[in-house]
């Protein structure tokens, strides 16, 4: 038994740990797809566990005498510190579908819903565009590469058990989502523009002609219109998204370094 000592030392810590890097996972964009395993998901907590571990500080990985009713809290921490960070860091996407969405609901898309792995859900066909439009560029500025460093980085400032469920990110989390409300609204504005024009443009042609049947065109112009509109700002989106996702990686390492 004495030989067992050693290894038996590390469960705990070794837990702690890997419950805060299973928070990311379970909360992260990407990864946290309902469409990836279960199972995988813990193979990679767990191996990312491993390569953490060997560098935490030491003094984070000495949780004290501690007992299995006191360790339950701990792990619930643990996992909200990791969730926290992929939440937040998951905000912009979630913006881009809510976006999507209403674009999609001007143009009359909104019957036309299908299946969205991501959420394990129906979705607007517009709204899942943009969410993987937004996940695209999420993976292309390294944003898992970038949580996976911030949630590592914390445990130099917060050790293993550490931290309580008060501490939680709210205000931060509400900044997230009020800055990100706003670029959903800079990326649909074009859309929504160009529809309302469109409208404006039908009403007024089904004044001066009645012969005109403008409710068996009008869907297709609309759709054309919004499609149309979308395709201009291509760039303008690309460029607002990235810089929010960017932006809130920042904040969230910001937040990672001064826990």
């Given at each position: 038994?004495?030989?067992?000592?050693?290894?038996?030392?590390?469960?705990?810590?070794?837990?702690?740990?890997?419950?805060?890097?299973?928070?990311?996972?379970?909360?992260?964009?990407?990864?946290?797809?309902v469409g990836v395993p279960m199972r995988a998901r813990a193979l990679v907590a767990v191996t990312?566990?491993?390569?953490?571990?060997?560098?935490?500080?030491?003094?984070?990985?000495?949780?004290?005498?501690t007992g299995w009713v006191d360790l339950v809290p701990m792990l619930v921490g643990e996992t909200?510190?990791?969730?926290?960070?992929?939440?937040?860091?998951?905000?912009?996407?979630?913006?881009?579908?809510?976006?999507?969405?209403?674009?999609?609901?001007m143009m009359g898309l909104g019957l036309a819903r299908v299946y969205n792995p991501e959420m394990?859900?129906?979705?607007?066909?517009?709204?899942?565009?943009?969410?993987?439009?937004?996940?695209?560029?999420?993976?292309?500025?390294?944003?898992?590469?970038?949580?996976?460093?911030?949630?590592?980085?914390?445990?130099?400032?917060?050790?293993?058990?550490?931290?309580?469920?008060?501490?939680?990110?709210?205000?931060?989390?509400?900044?997230?989502?009020?800055?990100?409300?706003?670029?959903?609204?800079?990326?649909?504005?074009?859309?929504?523009?160009?529809?309302?024009?469109?409208?404006?443009?039908?009403?007024?042609?089904?004044?001066?002609?009645?012969?005109?049947?403008?409710?068996?065109?009008?869907?297709?112009?609309?759709?054309?219109?919004?499609?149309?509109?979308?395709?201009?700002?291509?760039?303008?989106?690309?460029?607002?998204?990235?810089?929010?996702?960017?932006?809130?990686?920042?904040?969230?390492?910001?937040?990672?370094?001064?826990?």
């Open positions: 038994m004495s030989g067992l000592e050693p290894i038996l030392a590390h469960v705990v810590p070794f837990s702690l740990v890997m419950a805060r890097l299973a928070g990311l996972v379970v909360a992260a964009p990407i990864v946290s797809n990312l566990a491993v390569a953490v571990y060997p560098t935490v500080p030491h003094a984070a990985m000495d949780p004290g005498q909200l510190i990791g969730a926290a960070i992929g939440l937040i860091a998951a905000t912009p996407l979630l913006m881009m579908e809510m976006a999507g969405v209403t674009g999609g609901q394990d859900t129906d979705m607007d066909v517009m709204g899942q565009l943009m969410f993987m439009a937004a996940a695209a560029c999420f993976v292309s500025v390294g944003g898992l590469e970038w949580l996976f460093r911030c949630l590592a980085s914390t445990f130099a400032h917060v050790p293993a058990g550490g931290i309580g469920i008060s501490e939680a990110p709210l205000e931060l989390l509400v900044g997230v989502v009020t800055s990100g409300a706003e670029v959903a609204l800079r990326v649909s504005s074009p859309i929504v523009a160009m529809v309302l024009l469109l409208v404006v443009a039908i009403g007024f042609l089904g004044k001066t002609m009645p012969q005109l049947n403008v409710m068996s065109i009008g869907f297709i112009l609309k759709v054309m219109g919004g499609l149309s509109a979308l395709a201009l700002s291509t760039t303008a989106m690309h460029t607002a998204v990235g810089d929010e996702i960017v932006r809130v990686l920042r904040t969230v390492a910001d937040w990672a370094s001064g826990l």
